[in-house]
C-alpha cells in the first residue's frame, strides 16, 4: 500500500517553517499519504472523513519523525580494520599503523580485490541495518578504488542497494580521497587520471563530486580543478574540508557554491561566515571524533552563526564504523552540545538539505513518505536513552519496511 | 535443553586466568554445557566424542563471550525525565531543574504513586531490552521510595524480574539514596527510619545494602551506622562514592571492606591504594559522564593501579537512561581509555567480581553456561561498530533465550 493514514501520533515532528518551533511539533496529529506522498498533515480532530478510510496504522500515542537523512557515508566497502581499531586504542600511533599495513590503503586494497558481488553482499547488510535504524535515504560515496574498474564498481553497489532495498541511495563520486600508493610521487597524474578517465566514467553514476581536500590528501588548487571538471560532467560539489587541519576546504568549499562542506573540525571565523555566506551545509560527524578519541565537531559555534547544519554517521571501516544514525543523535547532544531538536533537525531536515532534497526530512503536503514511528512519545529520547533502539517502524514511501 | 555444545566458536572469551592473556582467548573453539554448566572447553579439535552428542549450536566462526554482567542499576523506577533531560541540554542548571520539580525527587514521587504492577510492567520491559543485548545478569537497587513500603515494592519488582525472565537478579538495598523531602531538617531522624524499620524489611529481600555517600546524600558518619547495621542484618556494603565530591566515601568503602565503591569521579591516589588493598572492585558508570557531558570516570588509573574494574549501565531516568552494555563497553574504551579487552573483561568478569559471583563472567568448567554469541568474528567489534548490536544470541544456564 502506499495510501495510508497515520492516527494516534502523540507528537509529530514535521519540521515544517510554516509551524512553530524548530521542529514544527504537531500533537495529537495524524498523516495522510496517498501514492506514497504527504497528502494531508494536522491535528487528527480535523482530519477529513475520506481520509479516514485510507488504509489506517495507529501510532498508539508514539513520536513520529521524518525518516532520517545519513548525508555522509562510506558504506561500499571491503575488509575490516577492527585490528587497526584496537592497535589504537591500545596507544599505537597512526603512522605505527600505517606501516603495519593498516589505514585507508588497507581498505582500498581489500575493495579493489574483492569481487562486485561480494562487495554489493556485505554493503547491502549495511544499508539494511541502517534502514531499520530508521535511516531512509542514504547517501554513498565511492572512493576506496582510486582507479577506475572499482570506483565504477562501488557506484554500480549504491545503485543496486538503491534497486533492491526501500532505503533511496544518493551517489557521490570519490575519487579524489587519497593518492593511491601507486602514484605517490605523482600527484598530477593522479589528478589527471581522476578528471581524464574516471569523471567521465562515474559522471552518469553519481549526483556529486566530493574531494577530500585538507592536509595528506588534495590540495586546495588539485580540489578546484577537480571539481571544476566534475561542474562540466554535471556533478555539483561536496568536499572533505578542515578535519585535519586548517586545510582551505571550508573556504573553497563555499568560494564554490559547494552543497556541503563535511568535517570541518578546524575551522576559523572566516570559514563559518564565508560557508554561512555561501549557503553551504555543513555536515558534521560526531562519531567520528568519537571513535578517534578526539574533541567534538564545532556544532554549537557553526548552528549559531546560521550556518545550516546536517550530522552523519560517515560509516567506514577506518574512522567511524556506525549504522545507526539514533547514535549519531546522541552524541551530537551529548558530546557536540547541539539540543535534542537541534541534532533531530540535522538527522532530518539538515540531512535533506545536504543533499538537495527539498521533498525530504519534512512532513508537510507534497513531501516523500518517510517516517519512523519511535517506541517513545518523544524524540527526546533519542538522546536521553542511548543505546536502546527506539525506532519500532519504518516507513518508506508509504509503505511499512521495516519493525 | 540444557545441555548443550558450542561447536565452530571463532574466538572464545574465557576470561580464565588459567589461559593467556586477560580474555584468555581460545580460537577455533567449543563449550559443552551439561546441566546448565560449562562441563568443557577447548579448541573444538580435543573435543571428546561423548560431548559431540550433545545439541549442537554451530557458532559459524562467530565469537562468544560470556554474559554482560550489569553490576550497578536502578531499573526498578516509574515516571519519565526526559523533558529533565532536555532541559539541561538546553543549559538550564540542576538548581533550576530541582525547583521546576525535576530530578530525583520526582522519580521518587512517580515510584511511590504507581502500583506494584504498573512498576513491574516497565520494569520488566527495560529487563528484557537489557536480556537481548546481551546481558545475563543485572543488580538492581531500590531507593526511589525513601520510606519502607515502596522500597519493599521495588525490591520484590527484582524478585518477580528475577523469576519470570531468564535474566538473573541481584538485589540491592538502597534506602539511603537521598534524604527525601519530608526529612529534610531531619536527617538524623531518616537514618533512623533506615535502620530501625526499613532494613529489618528489605533484608530478606536484598542480598546487599548500598550508600550514596556523597555530597548531598549522606556523610561518612551516616553511611558508616548505616552499613555497620545493615551488616548486623547479613546485608554486604555496596556504595556510591565520590561522584560529586571528594567525599570520603571511597575511603569509607575500603575501611568497611565494602564489595564495591561505585561512580569515583572524584578520587585521590590515597583513595585508589586504599580500594586496592581492600580488594573493593571498582564499578565505573561511563555512560552517567556521557549523558551528563562530564568526563569520564577514571578506568585508566584504576585498572593501572591494580584495582579491579568493573563497568554498569547505572540504568536510572535521570543521569543514564541506557541499558546496553554493549554501548557501556563502547564508552569506556572510547571515552574511559580502556582498550577493547579491558573493557570487555570489565563487563563480564569485573561485573561478576562486583557481585561476588565466582561462577559468572568467566568460561571454565562449572560456571554458569551465560554466552552471547556475536555478529562478529572478534569482541572487537562492540566498540569498533558503536550503535550497532552485535549480540546475535543470549544463552543462559546453558538454554537459547534470545536472538
Given at each position: 500500500?502506499?495510501?495510508?493514514?497515520?492516527?494516534?501520533?502523540?507528537?509529530?515532528?514535521?519540521?515544517?517553517?510554516?509551524?512553530?518551533?524548530?521542529?514544527?511539533?504537531?500533537?495529537?496529529?495524524?498523516?495522510?499519504?496517498?501514492?506514497?506522498?504527504?497528502?494531508?498533515?494536522?491535528?487528527?480532530?480535523?482530519?477529513?472523513?475520506?481520509?479516514?478510510?485510507?488504509?489506517?496504522?495507529?501510532?498508539?500515542?508514539?513520536?513520529?519523525?521524518?525518516?532520517?537523512?545519513?548525508?555522509?557515508?562510506?558504506?561500499?566497502?571491503?575488509?575490516?580494520?577492527?585490528?587497526?581499531?584496537?592497535?589504537?586504542?591500545?596507544?599505537?600511533?597512526?603512522?605505527?599503523?600505517?606501516?603495519?599495513?593498516?589505514?585507508?590503503?588497507?581498505?582500498?586494497?581489500?575493495?579493489?580485490?574483492?569481487?562486485?558481488?561480494?562487495?554489493?553482499?556485505?554493503?547491502?547488510?549495511?544499508?539494511?541495518?541502517?534502514?531499520?535504524?530508521?535511516?531512509?535515504?542514504?547517501?554513498?560515496?565511492?572512493?576506496?578504488?582510486?582507479?577506475?574498474?572499482?570506483?565504477?564498481?562501488?557506484?554500480?553497489?549504491?545503485?543496486?542497494?538503491?534497486?533492491?532495498?526501500?532505503?533511496?541511495?544518493?551517489?557521490?563520486?570519490?575519487?579524489?580521497?587519497?593518492?593511491?600508493?601507486?602514484?605517490?610521487?605523482?600527484?598530477?597524474?593522479?589528478?589527471?587520471?581522476?578528471?581524464?578517465?574516471?569523471?567521465?566514467?562515474?559522471?552518469?553514476?553519481?549526483?556529486?563530486?566530493?574531494?577530500?581536500?585538507?592536509?595528506?590528501?588534495?590540495?586546495?588548487?588539485?580540489?578546484?580543478?577537480?571539481?571544476?571538471?566534475?561542474?562540466?560532467?554535471?556533478?555539483?560539489?561536496?568536499?572533505?574540508?578542515?578535519?585535519?587541519?586548517?586545510?582551505?576546504?571550508?573556504?573553497?568549499?563555499?568560494?564554490?557554491?559547494?552543497?556541503?562542506?563535511?568535517?570541518?573540525?578546524?575551522?576559523?571565523?572566516?570559514?563559518?561566515?564565508?560557508?554561512?555566506?555561501?549557503?553551504?551545509?555543513?555536515?558534521?560527524?560526531?562519531?567520528?571524533?568519537?571513535?578517534?578519541?578526539?574533541?567534538?565537531?564545532?556544532?554549537?559555534?557553526?548552528?549559531?552563526?546560521?550556518?545550516?547544519?546536517?550530522?552523519?554517521?560517515?560509516?567506514?571501516?577506518?574512522?567511524?564504523?556506525?549504522?545507526?544514525?539514533?547514535?549519531?543523535?546522541a552524541i551530537a547532544s551529548l558530546e557536540a552540545a547541539l539540543s535534542p531538536e537541534e541534532a533531530v533537525w540535522a538527522a532530518t531536515r539538515g540531512g535533506a538539505m545536504a543533499i538537495e532534497a527539498e521533498d525530504k526530512g519534512v512532513i508537510k503536503p507534497g513531501a516523500v513518505a518517510?517516517?519512523v514511528v519511535l517506541e517513545a512519545d518523544s524524540y527526546v529520547e533519542i538522546p536521553y536513552r542511548p543505546g536502546t533502539d527506539l525506532v519500532r517502524i519504518v516507513i518508506k514511501n508509504g509503505k511499512v519496511v521495516a519493525g
Amino acid at each position: 500500500m502506499t495510501d495510508l493514514v497515520l492516527t494516534g501520533i502523540g507528537q509529530l515532528v514535521t519540521n515544517d517553517p510554516q509551524r512553530d518551533g524548530l521542529l514544527g511539533l504537531v500533537d495529537e496529529a495524524a498523516v495522510a499519504i496517498k501514492a506514497g506522498r504527504v497528502a494531508w498533515v494536522g491535528p487528527e480532530r480535523e482530519l477529513l472523513r475520506e481520509l479516514r478510510d485510507l488504509p489506517e496504522l495507529d501510532c498508539a500515542g508514539r513520536s513520529v519523525l521524518p525518516g532520517f537523512i545519513d548525508a555522509h557515508t562510506h558504506l561500499a566497502f571491503a575488509g575490516n580494520r577492527a585490528e587497526e581499531f584496537a592497535r589504537r586504542l591500545r596507544g599505537e600511533t597512526y603512522e605505527e599503523i600505517l606501516a603495519a599495513g593498516g589505514g585507508i590503503h588497507a581498505t582500498v586494497e581489500a575493495t579493489r580485490a574483492t569481487d562486485s558481488m561480494r562487495l554489493l553482499d556485505s554493503s547491502i547488510q549495511r544499508a539494511k541495518r541502517m534502514l531499520g535504524y530508521g535511516t531512509t535515504t542514504v547517501e554513498i560515496k565511492s572512493g576506496y578504488g582510486l582507479e577506475t574498474e572499482t570506483e565504477i564498481n562501488q557506484l554500480e553497489v549504491a545503485a543496486a542497494i538503491d534497486d533492491e532495498l526501500a532505503i533511496d541511495v544518493v551517489p557521490t563520486f570519490l575519487g579524489a580521497h587519497v593518492i593511491p600508493k601507486e602514484f605517490i610521487g605523482d600527484r598530477a597524474g593522479y589528478v589527471r587520471l581522476v578528471i581524464d578517465e574516471m569523471l567521465p566514467a562515474a559522471a552518469p553514476l553519481a549526483k556529486y563530486c566530493d574531494v577530500f581536500c585538507d592536509e595528506g590528501a588534495f590540495t586546495v588548487d588539485e580540489a578546484r580543478e577537480i571539481l571544476a571538471a566534475a561542474s562540466g560532467h554535471g556533478l555539483r560539489a561536496r568536499m572533505h574540508a578542515n578535519q585535519l587541519g586548517h586545510s582551505g576546504g571550508a573556504a573553497l568549499a563555499a568560494e564554490l557554491g559547494a552543497v556541503t562542506a563535511d568535517h570541518l573540525d578546524n575551522i576559523t571565523s572566516d570559514d563559518v561566515a564565508a560557508l554561512k555566506a555561501a549557503g553551504t551545509v555543513a555536515v558534521l560527524l560526531p562519531t567520528v571524533s568519537l571513535s578517534l578519541r578526539l574533541p567534538a565537531p564545532p556544532a554549537r559555534r557553526l548552528w549559531d552563526a546560521g550556518v545550516p547544519v546536517a550530522i552523519a554517521t560517515d560509516c567506514n571501516p577506518g574512522t567511524s564504523y556506525v549504522e545507526n544514525m539514533q547514535l549519531v543523535i546522541a552524541i551530537a547532544s551529548l558530546e557536540a552540545a547541539l539540543s535534542p531538536e537541534e541534532a533531530v533537525w540535522a538527522a532530518t531536515r539538515g540531512g535533506a538539505m545536504a543533499i538537495e532534497a527539498e521533498d525530504k526530512g519534512v512532513i508537510k503536503p507534497g513531501a516523500v513518505a518517510d517516517f519512523v514511528v519511535l517506541e517513545a512519545d518523544s524524540y527526546v529520547e533519542i538522546p536521553y536513552r542511548p543505546g536502546t533502539d527506539l525506532v519500532r517502524i519504518v516507513i518508506k514511501n508509504g509503505k511499512v519496511v521495516a519493525g
